[in-house]
Protein backbone atom coordinates (compact mmCIF):
# COMPACT_ATOMS: atom_id res chain seq x y z
CA UNK A 1 0.00 0.00 0.00
CA UNK A 2 1.57 3.50 -0.93
CA UNK A 3 0.28 7.24 -0.24
CA UNK A 4 1.89 10.58 -1.44
CA UNK A 5 4.14 12.44 0.18
CA UNK A 6 2.96 16.12 1.42
CA UNK A 7 4.35 17.60 -2.25
CA UNK A 8 7.23 18.37 -3.67
CA UNK A 9 9.50 20.21 -0.68
CA UNK A 10 12.74 22.15 -0.96
CA UNK A 11 15.96 20.79 0.33
CA UNK A 12 19.61 21.92 0.29
CA UNK A 13 20.12 20.12 -2.56
CA UNK A 14 17.67 20.90 -4.41
CA UNK A 15 13.65 19.91 -5.26
CA UNK A 16 12.45 16.94 -3.64
CA UNK A 17 9.69 14.31 -5.03
CA UNK A 18 8.63 11.79 -2.80
CA UNK A 19 6.48 8.82 -2.35
CA UNK A 20 5.73 6.85 1.13
CA UNK A 21 5.32 3.07 0.57
CA UNK A 22 3.65 1.14 3.39
CA UNK A 23 5.02 -2.02 4.71
CA UNK A 24 2.54 -4.10 6.50
CA UNK A 25 2.32 -7.26 8.09
CA UNK A 26 1.18 -10.13 5.44
CA UNK A 27 -2.67 -10.46 6.17
CA UNK A 28 -3.20 -13.56 4.06
CA UNK A 29 0.07 -16.03 5.95
CA UNK A 30 -0.75 -14.95 9.38
CA UNK A 31 -4.18 -14.86 9.33
CA UNK A 32 -5.28 -17.50 12.40
CA UNK A 33 -1.62 -17.44 14.34
CA UNK A 34 -0.29 -15.17 16.61
CA UNK A 35 2.94 -13.19 15.31
CA UNK A 36 6.13 -11.22 16.91
CA UNK A 37 8.13 -9.36 14.97
CA UNK A 38 11.65 -11.18 14.93
CA UNK A 39 14.06 -8.91 13.60
CA UNK A 40 14.62 -6.20 10.72
CA UNK A 41 16.95 -6.84 7.86
CA UNK A 42 17.61 -3.73 7.17
CA UNK A 43 18.28 -0.15 9.13
CA UNK A 44 16.06 3.51 8.67
CA UNK A 45 18.20 5.12 6.27
CA UNK A 46 19.48 2.23 4.44
CA UNK A 47 18.57 1.48 0.55
CA UNK A 48 16.17 -1.62 0.11
CA UNK A 49 15.32 -3.16 -3.52
CA UNK A 50 11.68 -4.42 -4.78
CA UNK A 51 11.13 -8.22 -3.10
CA UNK A 52 14.20 -8.13 -0.65
CA UNK A 53 13.58 -9.98 2.46
CA UNK A 54 12.94 -6.65 5.04
CA UNK A 55 11.61 -8.11 8.23
CA UNK A 56 11.25 -11.74 9.69
CA UNK A 57 7.91 -12.38 11.90
CA UNK A 58 8.03 -15.19 13.80
CA UNK A 59 4.37 -17.09 14.21
CA UNK A 60 3.83 -19.89 16.50
CA UNK A 61 4.14 -22.32 13.77
CA UNK A 62 6.88 -20.86 11.52
CA UNK A 63 9.52 -18.15 10.35
CA UNK A 64 7.73 -15.41 7.24
CA UNK A 65 9.90 -13.36 5.10
CA UNK A 66 8.17 -9.54 4.74
CA UNK A 67 9.35 -8.64 1.33
CA UNK A 68 10.15 -4.39 0.42
CA UNK A 69 6.74 -3.22 -0.96
CA UNK A 70 9.27 -1.29 -3.25
CA UNK A 71 12.60 -0.18 -4.03
CA UNK A 72 13.96 3.08 -1.79
CA UNK A 73 15.13 3.96 1.59
CA UNK A 74 14.04 3.04 4.48
CA UNK A 75 12.15 5.69 5.90
CA UNK A 76 10.46 4.98 9.62
CA UNK A 77 10.32 1.34 11.65
CA UNK A 78 7.01 1.74 13.84
CA UNK A 79 7.19 -1.84 15.13
CA UNK A 80 9.89 -2.73 16.87
CA UNK A 81 11.70 -6.28 17.59
CA UNK A 82 9.62 -8.58 20.02
CA UNK A 83 6.00 -6.33 19.79
CA UNK A 84 3.40 -8.48 18.88
CA UNK A 85 1.91 -7.66 15.21
CA UNK A 86 -1.25 -8.32 13.82
CA UNK A 87 -2.14 -9.30 10.52
CA UNK A 88 -1.98 -6.57 7.96
CA UNK A 89 -0.57 -3.78 10.83
CA UNK A 90 1.46 -1.66 9.65
CA UNK A 91 4.77 -2.04 10.49
CA UNK A 92 7.61 1.19 8.73
CA UNK A 93 7.74 3.05 5.97
CA UNK A 94 9.62 3.12 2.61
CA UNK A 95 10.68 6.46 1.00
CA UNK A 96 10.65 6.14 -2.95
CA UNK A 97 11.96 9.46 -4.50
CA UNK A 98 14.95 11.40 -6.64
CA UNK A 99 18.41 11.03 -5.50
CA UNK A 100 17.81 14.58 -3.43
CA UNK A 101 15.55 12.68 -1.65
CA UNK A 102 17.80 9.66 -0.51
CA UNK A 103 20.26 12.07 0.61
CA UNK A 104 18.02 13.90 2.71
CA UNK A 105 17.01 10.50 4.30
CA UNK A 106 21.07 9.38 4.66
CA UNK A 107 21.74 12.79 6.03
CA UNK A 108 18.94 12.13 9.00
CA UNK A 109 19.84 9.01 9.40
CA UNK A 110 21.87 8.56 12.95
CA UNK A 111 25.15 8.25 12.42
CA UNK A 112 26.41 4.88 12.50
CA UNK A 113 23.65 4.55 9.89
CA UNK A 114 24.92 6.73 7.24
CA UNK A 115 28.37 5.17 8.18
CA UNK A 116 26.99 2.25 6.75
CA UNK A 117 24.83 3.22 3.65
CA UNK A 118 26.08 6.52 2.57
CA UNK A 119 28.15 4.95 0.11
CA UNK A 120 26.11 2.23 -1.25
CA UNK A 121 22.76 4.33 -1.04
CA UNK A 122 23.69 7.75 -2.62
CA UNK A 123 25.81 6.29 -5.12
CA UNK A 124 22.66 4.13 -6.55
CA UNK A 125 20.45 6.90 -5.94
CA UNK A 126 22.91 8.89 -7.86
CA UNK A 127 22.43 6.46 -10.91
CA UNK A 128 18.55 6.68 -11.28
CA UNK A 129 18.50 10.09 -10.71
CA UNK A 130 17.41 10.99 -14.05
CA UNK A 131 14.33 8.36 -13.88
CA UNK A 132 11.10 9.31 -12.61
CA UNK A 133 10.38 10.55 -9.20
CA UNK A 134 7.13 7.75 -9.33
CA UNK A 135 9.30 5.37 -10.39
CA UNK A 136 9.34 2.50 -7.29
CA UNK A 137 11.96 -0.16 -9.07
CA UNK A 138 15.41 1.37 -9.43
CA UNK A 139 16.38 0.75 -13.45
CA UNK A 140 19.60 -0.85 -13.95
CA UNK A 141 22.73 1.92 -13.90
CA UNK A 142 24.73 2.18 -16.75
CA UNK A 143 27.89 2.23 -14.80
CA UNK A 144 29.98 -0.73 -15.69
CA UNK A 145 29.75 -3.49 -12.36
CA UNK A 146 32.77 -4.43 -10.31
CA UNK A 147 33.81 -8.05 -10.79
CA UNK A 148 33.00 -8.41 -6.74
CA UNK A 149 29.30 -6.91 -7.48
CA UNK A 150 28.44 -8.78 -10.24
CA UNK A 151 28.94 -11.81 -8.40
CA UNK A 152 27.21 -10.94 -5.11
CA UNK A 153 23.98 -12.41 -5.20
CA UNK A 154 20.75 -10.69 -4.74
CA UNK A 155 19.48 -10.37 -1.09
CA UNK A 156 16.59 -12.42 -1.77
CA UNK A 157 18.14 -15.11 -3.10
CA UNK A 158 19.77 -15.72 0.52
CA UNK A 159 17.72 -18.27 2.92
CA UNK A 160 17.14 -17.68 6.41
CA UNK A 161 19.69 -20.38 7.13
CA UNK A 162 22.21 -18.99 4.73
CA UNK A 163 22.17 -15.42 5.96
CA UNK A 164 22.35 -17.10 9.60
CA UNK A 165 25.14 -19.38 8.96
CA UNK A 166 27.06 -16.09 6.74
CA UNK A 167 26.60 -13.96 9.97
CA UNK A 168 28.15 -16.56 12.89
CA UNK A 169 30.92 -16.92 10.56
CA UNK A 170 31.38 -13.31 9.67
CA UNK A 171 31.05 -14.46 6.11
CA UNK A 172 30.33 -11.78 2.96
CA UNK A 173 28.14 -13.42 0.77
CA UNK A 174 29.57 -11.59 -2.40
CA UNK A 175 32.96 -13.91 -1.63
CA UNK A 176 31.01 -17.11 -1.90
CA UNK A 177 30.41 -19.12 -5.10
CA UNK A 178 27.15 -20.39 -5.31
CA UNK A 179 26.79 -23.67 -6.55
CA UNK A 180 22.68 -23.46 -6.12
CA UNK A 181 20.35 -22.86 -8.92
CA UNK A 182 21.04 -19.23 -10.88
CA UNK A 183 23.99 -19.08 -8.92
CA UNK A 184 22.26 -19.16 -5.75
CA UNK A 185 24.42 -19.68 -2.25
CA UNK A 186 23.42 -22.60 -0.35
CA UNK A 187 23.78 -24.23 2.99
CA UNK A 188 26.88 -26.13 2.01
CA UNK A 189 28.58 -23.40 0.18
CA UNK A 190 28.75 -21.44 3.51
CA UNK A 191 29.83 -24.21 5.38
CA UNK A 192 32.63 -24.92 2.40
CA UNK A 193 33.99 -21.32 2.55
CA UNK A 194 33.79 -21.28 6.82
CA UNK A 195 36.39 -24.27 6.62
CA UNK A 196 38.24 -23.18 3.84
CA UNK A 197 39.08 -19.89 6.09
CA UNK A 198 39.20 -21.71 9.38
CA UNK A 199 36.31 -20.97 10.95
CA UNK A 200 34.02 -23.03 13.35
CA UNK A 201 31.64 -24.87 11.35
CA UNK A 202 29.90 -26.60 13.80
CA UNK A 203 26.83 -25.27 13.95
CA UNK A 204 26.06 -25.96 10.48
CA UNK A 205 26.80 -29.62 10.26
CA UNK A 206 23.28 -30.61 11.12
CA UNK A 207 21.75 -28.30 8.66
CA UNK A 208 23.66 -29.90 6.09
CA UNK A 209 22.94 -32.92 6.60
CA UNK A 210 22.11 -35.12 3.64
CA UNK A 211 18.98 -36.91 2.61
CA UNK A 212 20.57 -40.49 3.48
CA UNK A 213 18.04 -42.65 5.97
CA UNK A 214 19.72 -41.18 9.01
CA UNK A 215 19.04 -37.85 8.30
CA UNK A 216 15.79 -38.31 6.71
CA UNK A 217 14.37 -39.77 9.09
CA UNK A 218 16.40 -37.78 11.97
CA UNK A 219 14.14 -34.59 11.16
CA UNK A 220 10.74 -35.90 11.54
CA UNK A 221 11.86 -36.93 15.11
CA UNK A 222 14.60 -34.83 16.21
CA UNK A 223 16.54 -31.29 16.67
CA UNK A 224 18.73 -31.05 13.86
CA UNK A 225 20.90 -29.94 16.06
CA UNK A 226 23.35 -26.59 16.45
CA UNK A 227 26.51 -28.76 16.93
CA UNK A 228 26.74 -26.69 20.67
CA UNK A 229 25.54 -27.36 23.93
CA UNK A 230 22.43 -24.73 24.14
CA UNK A 231 23.88 -24.96 27.85
CA UNK A 232 26.91 -23.87 27.64
CA UNK A 233 27.99 -20.58 29.51
CA UNK A 234 28.30 -17.60 27.12
CA UNK A 235 29.35 -14.03 27.62
CA UNK A 236 27.29 -11.51 26.55
CA UNK A 237 29.77 -9.41 25.77
CA UNK A 238 31.15 -11.83 23.22
CA UNK A 239 28.04 -11.02 21.03
CA UNK A 240 26.53 -14.75 20.97
CA UNK A 241 22.91 -15.09 20.52
CA UNK A 242 20.90 -17.70 23.31
CA UNK A 243 19.47 -20.66 21.56
CA UNK A 244 16.00 -19.94 21.89
CA UNK A 245 17.00 -17.02 19.56
CA UNK A 246 17.07 -13.81 22.34
CA UNK A 247 20.60 -12.73 23.99
CA UNK A 248 21.84 -14.60 27.01
CA UNK A 249 21.40 -12.54 30.05
CA UNK A 250 24.27 -13.58 32.43
CA UNK A 251 23.82 -12.97 36.14
CA UNK A 252 25.17 -14.53 39.51
CA UNK A 253 22.52 -16.49 41.63
CA UNK A 254 22.72 -15.02 45.14
CA UNK A 255 22.24 -18.39 46.98
CA UNK A 256 26.02 -19.82 46.40
CA UNK A 257 27.61 -17.42 43.47
CA UNK A 258 26.84 -20.23 41.10
CA UNK A 259 27.04 -18.41 37.41
CA UNK A 260 23.40 -18.62 35.50
CA UNK A 261 22.58 -18.03 32.10
CA UNK A 262 19.38 -16.71 31.27
CA UNK A 263 18.03 -17.35 27.62
CA UNK A 264 15.02 -15.23 26.96
CA UNK A 265 12.17 -17.49 25.43
CA UNK A 266 11.49 -17.09 21.69
CA UNK A 267 7.95 -16.27 20.16
CA UNK A 268 7.75 -20.02 18.77
CA UNK A 269 8.92 -21.57 22.17
CA UNK A 270 6.30 -19.65 24.33
CA UNK A 271 3.40 -20.70 21.75
CA UNK A 272 4.70 -24.22 21.82
CA UNK A 273 4.60 -24.06 25.94
CA UNK A 274 1.51 -22.66 25.87
CA UNK A 275 -0.04 -25.30 23.53
CA UNK A 276 1.36 -28.10 24.97
CA UNK A 277 0.14 -27.01 28.48
CA UNK A 278 -3.75 -26.03 26.83
CA UNK A 279 -3.97 -29.31 25.11
CA UNK A 280 -2.81 -31.67 28.00
CA UNK A 281 -4.08 -29.51 31.05
CA UNK A 282 -7.09 -27.74 29.60
CA UNK A 283 -8.59 -29.67 26.54
CA UNK A 284 -8.30 -33.33 26.22
CA UNK A 285 -8.22 -35.65 28.56
CA UNK A 286 -4.71 -38.31 26.59
CA UNK A 287 -4.89 -41.68 26.91
CA UNK A 288 -2.36 -43.97 25.36
CA UNK A 289 -2.76 -47.28 23.75
CA UNK A 290 0.93 -49.31 22.82
CA UNK A 291 0.97 -52.16 20.02
CA UNK A 292 4.25 -53.59 18.29
CA UNK A 293 5.29 -53.68 14.86
CA UNK A 294 6.71 -56.31 12.73
CA UNK A 295 8.95 -54.51 10.21
CA UNK A 296 10.65 -57.79 8.01
CA UNK A 297 8.25 -57.15 5.33
CA UNK A 298 8.13 -53.09 5.00
CA UNK A 299 12.26 -53.73 5.40
CA UNK A 300 12.47 -55.83 2.19
CA UNK A 301 10.63 -54.23 0.40
CA UNK A 302 12.58 -50.57 1.14
CA UNK A 303 15.68 -52.71 0.21
CA UNK A 304 14.57 -53.43 -2.81
CA UNK A 305 13.13 -50.21 -4.16
CA UNK A 306 15.29 -47.72 -2.11
CA UNK A 307 17.87 -46.93 -4.93
CA UNK A 308 15.58 -46.58 -7.63
CA UNK A 309 14.07 -43.66 -5.49
CA UNK A 310 17.18 -42.37 -4.92
CA UNK A 311 17.98 -42.16 -8.26
CA UNK A 312 14.86 -39.70 -8.43
CA UNK A 313 16.55 -37.50 -5.48
CA UNK A 314 14.11 -38.88 -3.08
CA UNK A 315 15.07 -40.92 -0.01
CA UNK A 316 12.70 -43.65 0.69
CA UNK A 317 12.48 -43.42 4.35
CA UNK A 318 10.38 -45.42 7.03
CA UNK A 319 8.40 -42.99 7.37
CA UNK A 320 6.56 -42.77 4.15
CA UNK A 321 5.36 -46.25 4.89
CA UNK A 322 3.71 -45.10 8.44
CA UNK A 323 2.20 -42.36 6.44
CA UNK A 324 1.34 -44.98 3.98
CA UNK A 325 -0.05 -47.61 6.82
CA UNK A 326 -2.28 -44.51 8.42
CA UNK A 327 -4.45 -44.47 5.26
CA UNK A 328 -6.50 -48.31 5.56
CA UNK A 329 -6.39 -47.74 9.77
CA UNK A 330 -8.28 -43.78 9.25
CA UNK A 331 -10.83 -45.40 7.19
CA UNK A 332 -11.01 -48.31 9.98
CA UNK A 333 -11.55 -45.93 12.48
CA UNK A 334 -12.60 -42.15 10.92
CA UNK A 335 -13.15 -40.59 14.02
CA UNK A 336 -9.49 -40.74 14.67
CA UNK A 337 -9.14 -37.98 11.85
CA UNK A 338 -11.26 -35.61 13.45
CA UNK A 339 -12.00 -32.89 16.03
CA UNK A 340 -14.56 -32.50 18.72
CA UNK A 341 -16.80 -29.47 19.09
CA UNK A 342 -19.11 -28.47 21.78
CA UNK A 343 -22.05 -29.48 19.26
CA UNK A 344 -20.45 -32.26 17.50
CA UNK A 345 -17.71 -34.18 16.34
CA UNK A 346 -16.54 -33.27 12.86
CA UNK A 347 -15.17 -35.93 11.15
CA UNK A 348 -12.96 -34.59 8.33
CA UNK A 349 -13.00 -36.91 4.78
CA UNK A 350 -9.54 -35.53 3.48
CA UNK A 351 -6.63 -37.14 5.15
CA UNK A 352 -4.09 -34.56 5.95
CA UNK A 353 -1.06 -35.99 8.27
CA UNK A 354 0.98 -33.63 9.43
CA UNK A 355 4.60 -34.48 10.21
CA UNK A 356 6.14 -33.77 13.79
CA UNK A 357 9.48 -32.28 12.88
CA UNK A 358 12.07 -30.72 15.20
CA UNK A 359 14.53 -28.01 14.31
CA UNK A 360 16.70 -26.83 17.16
CA UNK A 361 14.74 -25.13 19.31
CA UNK A 362 11.60 -24.98 17.21
CA UNK A 363 9.03 -27.72 16.31
CA UNK A 364 7.09 -27.63 13.49
CA UNK A 365 4.73 -29.84 11.78
CA UNK A 366 4.50 -29.70 7.77
CA UNK A 367 1.13 -31.46 6.07
CA UNK A 368 1.08 -33.80 3.68
CA UNK A 369 -2.14 -32.91 1.94
CA UNK A 370 -4.60 -35.60 1.03
CA UNK A 371 -2.40 -38.83 1.82
CA UNK A 372 -5.28 -41.08 0.93
CA UNK A 373 -4.76 -39.91 -2.84
CA UNK A 374 -1.02 -40.57 -2.81
CA UNK A 375 0.69 -44.02 -3.48
CA UNK A 376 4.03 -44.60 -1.92
CA UNK A 377 6.19 -43.05 -4.38
CA UNK A 378 4.21 -39.28 -4.32
CA UNK A 379 4.45 -39.59 -0.65
CA UNK A 380 8.12 -40.12 -0.53
CA UNK A 381 8.52 -37.10 -2.82
CA UNK A 382 6.12 -34.63 -0.95
CA UNK A 383 8.13 -35.60 2.39
CA UNK A 384 11.52 -35.55 1.17
CA UNK A 385 10.05 -31.57 -0.20
CA UNK A 386 8.49 -30.21 2.72
CA UNK A 387 11.36 -32.03 5.18
CA UNK A 388 13.72 -30.61 3.22
CA UNK A 389 12.06 -26.92 3.33
CA UNK A 390 11.46 -27.13 6.88
CA UNK A 391 15.18 -27.79 7.64
CA UNK A 392 16.24 -24.64 5.15
CA UNK A 393 13.48 -23.01 6.63
CA UNK A 394 11.49 -22.02 4.18
CA UNK A 395 8.40 -23.39 4.98
CA UNK A 396 5.57 -20.95 4.71
CA UNK A 397 2.42 -21.20 7.19
CA UNK A 398 -0.09 -22.70 4.75
CA UNK A 399 2.91 -25.38 4.98
CA UNK A 400 1.83 -26.38 8.31
CA UNK A 401 -1.53 -25.54 8.20
CA UNK A 402 -4.95 -27.74 8.02
CA UNK A 403 -3.73 -30.82 9.90
CA UNK A 404 -6.14 -33.33 10.61
CA UNK A 405 -3.38 -36.30 12.07
CA UNK A 406 0.02 -36.16 13.40
CA UNK A 407 2.59 -38.48 12.93
CA UNK A 408 5.53 -38.18 15.94
CA UNK A 409 8.67 -40.92 14.93
CA UNK A 410 10.51 -40.15 18.23
CA UNK A 411 12.63 -43.17 17.82
CA UNK A 412 14.78 -41.97 15.08
CA UNK A 413 16.58 -40.52 18.47
CA UNK A 414 16.40 -43.57 20.16
CA UNK A 415 13.69 -43.35 22.36
CA UNK A 416 12.03 -46.93 22.50
CA UNK A 417 7.91 -45.58 23.90
CA UNK A 418 7.13 -42.05 24.40
CA UNK A 419 3.29 -41.67 26.29
CA UNK A 420 1.68 -39.56 26.41
CA UNK A 421 2.74 -37.76 23.29
CA UNK A 422 0.55 -34.19 23.73
CA UNK A 423 -1.83 -34.18 21.09
CA UNK A 424 -1.78 -31.64 18.24
CA UNK A 425 -5.24 -29.44 19.06
CA UNK A 426 -7.82 -29.15 17.49
CA UNK A 427 -7.34 -32.66 16.07
CA UNK A 428 -8.08 -36.12 18.47
CA UNK A 429 -5.21 -38.43 18.51
CA UNK A 430 -1.70 -38.57 17.66
CA UNK A 431 0.50 -41.89 16.45
CA UNK A 432 4.17 -42.40 17.70
CA UNK A 433 6.26 -44.31 16.23
CA UNK A 434 9.36 -45.78 18.33
CA UNK A 435 13.04 -46.77 17.70
CA UNK A 436 13.31 -49.64 15.08
CA UNK A 437 15.58 -52.59 16.65
CA UNK A 438 16.22 -56.41 16.03
CA UNK A 439 13.76 -58.34 18.93
CA UNK A 440 13.76 -61.92 20.17
CA UNK A 441 10.07 -63.11 19.38
CA UNK A 442 8.31 -66.30 20.20
CA UNK A 443 6.92 -67.97 17.80
CA UNK A 444 5.97 -71.82 16.73
CA UNK A 445 5.69 -73.53 13.07
CA UNK A 446 2.30 -73.12 12.49
CA UNK A 447 1.34 -69.76 14.05
CA UNK A 448 -1.15 -71.11 16.29
CA UNK A 449 0.72 -71.00 19.76
CA UNK A 450 2.51 -72.75 21.71
CA UNK A 451 0.98 -75.67 23.43
CA UNK A 452 2.06 -79.11 25.26
CA UNK A 453 2.27 -80.76 22.10
CA UNK A 454 3.66 -77.94 20.03
CA UNK A 455 7.76 -76.90 21.24
CA UNK A 456 7.90 -72.85 20.29
CA UNK A 457 11.46 -71.93 18.79
CA UNK A 458 12.72 -68.03 19.28
CA UNK A 459 13.10 -66.01 16.07
CA UNK A 460 14.34 -62.39 15.44
CA UNK A 461 12.39 -59.80 13.99
CA UNK A 462 13.00 -55.69 13.33
CA UNK A 463 10.01 -54.30 15.51
CA UNK A 464 9.28 -51.10 16.87
CA UNK A 465 6.63 -50.00 19.60
CA UNK A 466 3.42 -48.02 17.93
CA UNK A 467 1.79 -45.53 20.00
CA UNK A 468 -1.64 -43.65 19.50
CA UNK A 469 -2.82 -41.22 21.94
CA UNK A 470 -6.35 -40.19 21.61
CA UNK A 471 -8.71 -37.38 23.05
CA UNK A 472 -10.90 -39.59 25.70
CA UNK A 473 -13.54 -37.83 24.64
CA UNK A 474 -13.49 -38.84 21.24
CA UNK A 475 -12.35 -42.06 21.17
CA UNK A 476 -12.64 -45.16 23.68
CA UNK A 477 -9.88 -47.56 24.29
CA UNK A 478 -11.23 -50.28 21.68
CA UNK A 479 -11.91 -48.09 19.14
CA UNK A 480 -8.07 -47.01 19.40
CA UNK A 481 -6.61 -50.53 19.62
CA UNK A 482 -8.67 -51.12 16.24
CA UNK A 483 -7.07 -48.43 15.04
CA UNK A 484 -3.63 -50.30 15.61
CA UNK A 485 -4.15 -53.48 15.08
CA UNK A 486 -5.56 -52.35 11.16
CA UNK A 487 -1.63 -50.17 11.18
CA UNK A 488 0.31 -52.79 12.14
CA UNK A 489 -1.12 -55.19 10.05
CA UNK A 490 -0.91 -53.32 7.13
CA UNK A 491 2.83 -53.20 7.65
CA UNK A 492 3.43 -56.40 8.88
CA UNK A 493 2.05 -57.63 5.33
CA UNK A 494 3.60 -55.02 2.75
CA UNK A 495 3.71 -56.83 -0.66
CA UNK A 496 7.20 -57.25 -1.86
CA UNK A 497 6.62 -57.42 -5.69
Known amino acids: MEHAGNGPEAAPNGPVSLRILEIRAPAEQTE ?16 VVLNEPLIELETDKVTVEVPAPGSGVLHEILKREQDDVDPGELLGRIEVGTASAVGVAVAEAPTA ?15 TAGSAATTVSTPPSSTPESPASRKAPAA ?10 LAEHRLDASSIEGSGEGGRVTVQDVLKAAAERGTDVDRGDDVAANDDDAAGEADAGRGAGTGRDAST ?21 GDGGTKIRRVPHSAVRKRIADHMARSLLHTAPHVTTVFEADMSAVLRHRARHRDSYASEGMPLTLTAYFLQACVPAIRAVPEVNSRWTAAALEIFESMHIGVATALENELVVPV ?12 ARQLNELTRRAREHRLTPADVRGGTFT ?26 VGKLEKRVVVQDTDGLGATEEREAHFIVQPRCYITLTIDHRVLDGHRANLFLQTFVAYLAAWPDP
Open 32 to 47: GTRSQLLRWLKAVGER
Open 113 to 127: TRARAAAGVVANALA
Open 233 to 253: WQDPADGGAAAGGGEAIAHVD
Open 368 to 379: LRSVETLDLRAT
Open 407 to 432: ISNHGVSGSLLAAPIVINQPQSAILG
Open 156 to 165: HLLSPAVRRL
